[in-house]
């Protein structure tokens, strides 16, 4: 039987941004980044009522189409609870359409926000991770930024058929970071459409091309935790950013500039970020140069995964 929500109760979420494939590991791995949008979601009498602030602000829906609406809906449907109204505030602040996993962490703070309400009420019904990650990888279609933004850490994820053919299965274990390791992002102005550069992936791949891959993916786990003085060859790949160039001018001399300065950068999901783990200072030089080139340059920390208050 579906409860009702009294009117009245307000939480927020805070949810990490989030950074995927870090090199090798395509659709599979991900770290989560500090840098965070709010949610509040407050019960109301009636209706819905939606604002945006900050990144995107003029760009989204503020409406029952809005990402966060979406999925602060189906959260309470899963935990078979109902409000009669609905009042969204979204404070943001990770970039749009720039590989730092936006709208995974819009699913995830709408997911958390939902399921901050249930707690407080019926604390029963409340979901786990394991169903956030599930929920949330069904809107994004894989796991690897959802993930990480409800997990924290870096993360290793995958899917598994269900027993619906149409349905699958998505999972996922957080790893502690190493503590030396350090993130720098650097940010373009420009936007990339993840439709896009998806499409310029071919469907099939040379065996020696999946062989190294999974060779670096499995060297990623072990230099991200205990071994970052292997982080440049772990992050080498061959299935997806060498395709993805043409259509990433800057973020692909920005890899290779780091790459020669001996800092192990990668594409940040499907870009245009540039993602750097060193775990040596950030050299002036490099920073000056990158905001020469009109990118923003953020050292950020290792997240842990989505807070409610």
């Given at each position: 039987?579906?409860?009702?929500?009294p009117v009245?109760?307000?939480?927020?979420?805070?949810?990490?941004?989030?950074s995927?494939?870090?090199?090798?590991?395509?659709?599979s791995?991900?770290?989560?980044?500090g840098l965070?949008?709010?949610?509040?979601v407050?019960?109301?009498?009636?209706?819905?009522d939606?604002?945006?602030e900050?990144?995107?602000a003029?760009?989204?829906?503020?409406?029952?189409t809005?990402?966060?609406?979406?999925?602060?809906e189906?959260?309470?449907?899963?935990?078979?609870?109902?409000?009669?109204?609905l009042?969204?505030?979204?404070r943001?602040?990770?970039?749009?359409?720039?590989?730092?996993?936006?709208?995974?962490?819009?699913?995830?703070?709408?997911?958390?926000?939902?399921?901050?309400?249930?707690?407080?009420?019926?604390?029963?019904?409340?979901?786990?991770?394991?169903?956030?990650v599930?929920?949330?990888?069904?809107?994004?279609g894989?796991?690897?930024?959802?993930?990480?933004?409800?997990?924290g850490?870096?993360v290793?994820?995958?899917?598994?058929?269900?027993?619906?053919?149409?349905?699958?299965?998505?999972?996922?274990?957080?790893?502690?970071?190493?503590p030396?390791i350090k993130?720098?992002?650097?940010?373009p102005?420009?936007?990339?459409?993840?439709?896009?550069?998806r499409?310029?992936?071919?469907?099939?791949?040379?065996?020696?091309?999946?062989?190294?891959?999974?060779?670096?993916?499995a060297?990623?786990v072990?230099?991200?935790?205990?071994?970052?003085?292997?982080?440049?060859?772990?992050?080498e790949?061959?299935?997806h950013?060498g395709?993805r160039?043409?259509?990433?001018p800057l973020?692909?001399?920005?890899?290779?500039?780091?790459?020669?300065a001996?800092?192990?950068?990668?594409?940040s999901?499907?870009?245009?970020?540039?993602?750097?783990?060193?775990?040596?200072?950030?050299?002036?030089e490099?920073?000056?140069?990158?905001?020469?080139?009109?990118?923003?340059?953020?050292?950020?920390?290792?997240a842990?995964?989505v807070?409610?208050?």
């Amino acid at each position: 039987m579906t409860q009702t929500l009294p009117v009245g109760i307000s939480v927020t979420a805070r949810v990490p941004a989030s950074s995927a494939n870090l090199g090798p590991g395509f659709d599979s791995l991900g770290l989560a980044l500090g840098l965070y949008d709010e949610i509040t979601v407050t019960t109301t009498g009636s209706g819905l009522d939606v604002r945006v602030e900050g990144e995107g602000a003029e760009e989204v829906p503020w409406g029952p189409t809005h990402l966060v609406v979406r999925a602060v809906e189906r959260g309470l449907e899963a935990a078979g609870v109902w409000a009669d109204g609905l009042d969204i505030v979204c404070r943001n602040v990770i970039p749009h359409s720039r590989g730092l996993g936006s709208s995974a962490s819009a699913v995830v703070g709408g997911l958390a926000a939902a399921n901050g309400l249930v707690r407080k009420v019926a604390p029963e019904r409340a979901l786990d991770d394991t169903q956030l990650v599930q929920l949330s990888s069904e809107f994004e279609g894989h796991p690897d930024n959802a993930s990480a933004s409800v997990l924290g850490g870096v993360v290793v994820s995958w899917s598994e058929a269900g027993v619906d053919a149409e349905q699958r299965a998505y999972r996922a274990v957080t790893l502690p970071v190493d503590p030396a390791i350090k993130v720098v992002v650097l940010v373009p102005t420009v936007r990339s459409s993840t439709a896009h550069t998806r499409g310029l992936l071919p469907d099939l791949v040379p065996h020696r091309d999946a062989s190294f891959n999974v060779s670096r993916a499995a060297l990623a786990v072990v230099a991200l935790t205990q071994r970052p003085d292997l982080l440049m060859p772990a992050t080498e790949d061959m299935l997806h950013q060498g395709q993805r160039a043409p259509a990433l001018p800057l973020t692909t001399k920005w890899v290779a500039v780091l790459r020669e300065a001996g800092i192990a950068a990668t594409v940040s999901g499907a870009g245009p970020t540039v993602l750097a783990l060193t775990t040596e200072p950030f050299p002036a030089e490099l920073r000056a140069a990158a905001e020469a080139d009109d990118l923003a340059v953020l050292e950020l920390e290792v997240a842990g995964g989505v807070e409610v208050s």
